[in-house]
């Protein structure tokens, strides 16, 4: 089971994964506690500490990353990420949502997990480990961000065109390259946060902090 650090000053936990739910007791700023389950909105986690057990919101709490021999602290956390996806049909995923509220999207699009979000997961990511992002969820923000270089590294941002459109692109962070193809760990990419190819001949640049 994976551990959660709370990051509010005082969290209930609830008799069920609802607003509604009888409030069974409280956790508090700091506190490390287990995640058992998520409810199936993905809003509400299961969680444990001590003699309480029950549900809180995902929204203050933060995941306790093992250690790593990543870099880049950003890195720890995109790779905790793998595997959020967006919702099929109507519902939208809270954990994108987050993306792109991470971001200065306006409402209603920062609400729906279907608008672009690669842009959107790299800034959270940033956010996350303590740095300031671009706040856009326009990929090619991030060609303005700290500075270039010419050898990429694990974990640097590297970003993407998206022919035909001249002003779209894709985001992510830096895994491997071949003499085609460019390895990414990054959000959106078919929906969903994972490891994907991108053609050496869509690159753009790489960047790390300046």
């Not at 509010?8 to 007791?25: D, M």
């Not at 905790?80 to 994108?96: H, I, L, M």
């Not at 987050?98 to 699009?109: G, I, W």
């Not at 303005?144 to 985001?171: D, L």
């Amino acid at each position: 089971m994976s551990d959660y650090k709370v990051t509010a000053e005082s969290l209930n936990v609830r008799e069920a994964p609802t607003v509604i739910g009888n409030v069974i007791g409280f956790i508090k700023k700091g506190d490390v506690v287990k995640f058992i389950s998520k409810s199936g909105d993905g809003y509400w986690y299961r969680v444990k500490k001590g003699g309480i057990e029950g549900w809180a919101s995902h929204k203050y709490l933060e995941l306790v990353l093992p250690p790593t021999t990543e870099t880049h602290s950003w890195m720890n956390v995109a790779l905790a990420e793998v595997g959020v996806k967006e919702f099929v049909g109507n519902g939208d995923n809270p954990r994108v949502v987050e993306y792109l509220k991470s971001t200065n999207l306006s409402a209603p699009y920062n609400a729906n997990d279907e608008s672009p979000w690669c842009s959107a997961f790299v800034n959270w990511c940033m956010e996350r480990s303590g740095l300031e992002g671009t706040d856009s969820t326009a990929a090619r923000s991030w060609l303005n961000w700290g500075k270039a270089i010419t050898t990429p590294e694990r974990g640097c941002i590297v970003v993407f065109s998206r022919p035909p459109v001249t002003w779209q692109g894709h985001v992510g962070f830096f895994i491997s390259k071949t003499s085609n193809n460019i390895k990414v760990l990054g959000g959106n990419q078919s929906d969903s946060v994972n490891e994907s190819n991108y053609p050496v001949s869509r690159l753009l640049g790489y960047r790390l902090p300046g």
